[in-house]
């Protein structure tokens, strides 16, 4: 199925989708979540981080008080 085709499909009552295109639109879904899961991972890990860096500067700045 070329990517025009797989494009111009609808989901809709009308038209009912072959097993190639139900394949092709999950496929689609499925590699979308798996980068935008791995994207969350990473922002999720970032500001973690971040907060850790934060963490021990405040520690830090207690106990030179």
Not at 1 to 28: C, F, K, N, V, W
Not at 29 to 42: D, F, G, I, L
Not at 50 to 65: G, T
């Amino acid at each position: 199925m070329s990517e025009q085709e797989l494009h111009s499909y609808r989901l809709s009552s009308l038209e009912e989708p072959t097993d190639e295109m139900l394949q092709a639109i999950m496929q689609g879904v499925a590699e979308a979540a798996a980068v935008s899961t791995h994207n969350a991972k990473e922002e999720l890990n970032r500001r973690f981080n971040e907060l850790k860096i934060k963490i021990a500067r405040s520690r830090q700045n207690k106990v030179s008080i």
